[in-house]
Nanobody
Framework: QVQLVESGGGLVQAGGSLRLSCTAS????????MGWFRQAPGKEREFVAA????????DYAGSVKGRFTISRDNAKNTVYLRMNSLRPEDTAVYYC???????????????????WGQGTQVTVSS
């Protein structure tokens, strides 16, 4: 069992930056791959970024590539999402999730993830 808690969301002006954090309660991520997803009002939840815990290999949605960076800190049991050049269309609830698998390449489909955080709201004003 894993408990994931996101933090770092809030209100930011367009062009600004935020860093989201996701920490695992009680235990480490144990080499499981991690991902970030988001859901905007009236939209389906979509993939944002993922990282292979062991290899550090990352993957990004095309809409955030070049602006967002996913990273992890093994010692702190934490995965981050650094978001730069934020746009109003980035407004959404952001979720972190743990993959069902340990693999060198992270998965992007959400059915590959078995534990989910409660989400943190990111609002970008124009």
């Amino acid at each position: 069992q894993v408990q994931l808690v996101e933090s770092g969301g809030g209100l930011v002006q367009a062009g600004g930056s935020l860093r989201l954090s996701c920490t695992a309660s009680g235990r480490t991520f144990g080499s499981y791959n991690m991902g970030w997803f988001r859901q905007a009002p009236g939209k389906e939840r979509e993939f944002v970024a993922a990282i292979s815990w062991n290899s550090g290999i990352t993957d990004y949605a095309g809409s955030v590539k070049g602006r967002f960076t996913i990273s992890r800190d093994n010692a702190k049991n934490t995965v981050y999402l650094r978001m730069n050049s934020l746009r109003p269309e980035d407004t959404a609830v952001y979720y972190c999730a743990r993959s069902k698998r340990i693999s060198i390449v992270p998965a992007t489909a959400q059915d590959n993830y078995d534990y989910w955080g409660q989400g943190t709201q990111v609002t970008v004003s124009s």
